[in-house]
């Protein structure tokens, strides 16, 4: 796939590409921020058939549903396939006692032998986070293991 | 009446005038300029409101407006973009120069109206509208477009141009004789040439001193900065204009973009200030006998900017509904065909070429955007059979 990029002169960047199917999608960046989400005519490949103008915030949205979600999709299609490995999804709440603290304090692997294999904050995924890793507030903790090791997990990670 | 009240009151009528005249155009969706014009020429010599009072100081406003028009224009280029845009579209833009041209400076000599008004009616015909094509653009969703970038080149080679062009055109103008007028130009050249190298190599420093986390100050720095430029620049015969476009062009990036925020209203008020005066200076009664030329004119001239278009975008590999689109979005003019038009008319170049200007640009600034919105489902109705 090869992302063509141009600019425009007094407004910002584009950038668009052609998918398999034989559509043409691109995006405006322009300097003030905006972005514009265009999608080109079959009939008309120069021609912008649909813009849909985006903020910051709508930008950043688009991109976490397209992007950041996908992983903990793939790894629920994982367990699913192996029969006997579940994967959770445990928050981290204000008041649990690791909130704040790092990931090591937990101990998670030792105690339980179940895997934390990310953390999701803000809809941005850190994959395979290290033991100096530091929760805060609203993490999502992504744990894969036996149906009993993360159910363990859940309860260390809510009462310590 | 004290006379500061009557020119308030007609300062106030003709603002609040433009006004309602800008919302009309808003909800038919043309460009307001031609209106603004039409306002100008009620209130002028000959119209049907005559202004008593404040015409001194509307001219003063507008000529604030020009400053201000074209600061905010090279506040939106960088020095980057113009060096590349320079590089990668010469030819397209030397085609778009010598088609566009021709016509205004043709009909000049037809008329017998001498060479230096051929060289500025050269230029009434020459120039697309940046604002107006620029609104265009995005009004109708054609920013996305492929051909897009070709016509934004265009517009940032045109403004080039018109850096090198108005000094040359503000020297003819003075009318000294040919050795003077020759020294006048060059100087008028070196001065742009000076300043343009130092906005490109020093644009950081001056950056520096004018950027300031308060916008009153940054504002107060960048205003009187291009003031001080234009008012060197006109001294040395290069027009005001070009020297506020070039300070705007010096200043980039982030910088470039609160300084537009800050100075987009100011520049709306006189902007309009400005073509409202053009239409002051400008006799109604006269343009009766030229709007036959001004209707020829602008139909010739919209089928050179057709060309331009379709062949900037055939280089550029597009396919022939595009082509016909980056023609289309090149027909607006505007603000600068009314700059050099106001030039010529203070120099007293010929009683006629106001009028024939005005006209002209009213047919196109008003035709062009009119013209977009009418055949683009035209253009996408054949490329959907084919």
Wanted: glycine share 10%.
């Amino acid at each position: 796939m090869e992302v063509e990029q141009t600019a425009l002169p007094g407004i910002g960047l584009r950038h668009e590409f052609t998918t398999r199917s034989g559509r043409r999608i691109g995006i405006v960046s322009h300097r003030t921020g905006r972005r514009d989400l265009v999608i080109y005519d079959p009939a008309d490949p120069d021609r912008a058939c649909e813009t849909i103008k985006l903020n910051d915030e709508e930008a950043d949205a688009l991109c976490e549903l397209l992007g950041a979600p996908r992983i903990v999709q793939r790894l629920n299609a994982l367990h699913r396939e192996v029969e006997g490995l579940v994967s959770l999804q445990l928050p981290i709440l204000s008041g649990t006692p690791y909130a704040g603290r790092p990931m090591g304090d937990a101990r998670v692997r030792t105690r339980t032998g179940a895997s934390i294999v990310a953390v999701v904050r803000a809809g941005q995924v850190f994959a395979s986070p290290g033991p100096d890793f530091v929760f805060t507030d609203g993490d999502v903790v992504v744990v894969v293991g036996s149906p009993e090791s993360t159910a363990a997990v859940a309860d260390i990670l809510t009462n310590g | 009446m004290h006379s500061t009240a009557i020119l308030f009151l007609e300062f106030g009528a003709v603002l609040l005038g433009l006004g309602i005249l800008g919302a009309l155009a808003m909800r038919v969706g043309i460009s307001p300029i031609p209106l603004y014009l039409v306002a100008g020429l009620a209130f002028g010599q000959g119209g049907i409101l005559p202004l008593a009072t404040s015409e001194e100081f509307i001219s003063v406003g507008a000529e604030l407006g020009v400053i201000l028009l074209l600061l905010t224009l090279g506040l939106e280029y960088n020095a980057d973009e113009l060096v590349t845009s320079l590089k990668g579209n010469a030819r397209a833009g030397v085609v778009d120069l010598v088609l566009n041209a021709a016509p205004g400076a043709v009909a000049a000599l037809l008329l017998g109206w001498g060479p230096v008004a051929a060289v500025a009616m050269a230029g009434v015909t020459y120039a697309t509208s940046s604002g107006i094509t620029a609104k265009v653009l995005s009004d109708l969703g054609w920013i996305g477009n492929r051909e897009t970038p070709v016509v934004l080149s265009l517009l940032v080679f045109e403004d080039l141009t018109m850096a090198v062009y108005l000094p040359i055109l503000t020297a003819m103008l003075a009318g000294v004789s040919f050795v003077g007028g020759a020294v006048t130009v060059g100087i008028a050249l070196a001065t742009v040439s000076v300043v343009l190298l130092l906005a490109l190599r020093y644009g950081r420093l001056i950056e520096a001193f004018i950027s300031s986390p308060n916008s009153e100050v940054l504002l107060l720095k960048l205003v009187g900065l291009a003031l001080l430029v234009a008012g060197v620049a006109q001294q040395l015969q290069v027009s005001a204009a070009v020297g506020a476009f070039l300070v705007g062009i010096a200043v980039s990036g982030e910088l470039a973009e609160d300084a537009q925020a800050l100075l987009t209203p100011l520049r709306d008020l006189f902007a309009a200030v400005f073509f409202v005066f053009f239409g002051l200076q400008t006799d109604p009664t006269k343009i009766g006998p030229v709007a036959g030329l001004a209707a020829l004119l602008a139909l010739v001239s919209m089928v050179t900017k057709l060309l331009t278009g379709a062949y900037a975008a055939r280089r550029a590999g597009i396919a022939k509904a595009g082509r016909a689109r980056a023609g289309i979005a090149l027909i607006p003019r505007g603000e600068f065909n009314i700059v050099i038009a106001g030039l010529a008319v203070a120099a007293g170049v010929h009683p006629d070429l106001g009028p024939l200007a005005a006209a002209y640009v009213l047919i196109l600034a008003a035709f062009g955007p009119l013209a977009a919105r009418l055949v683009q489902p035209l253009i996408t109705a054949i490329a959907k059979r084919t």
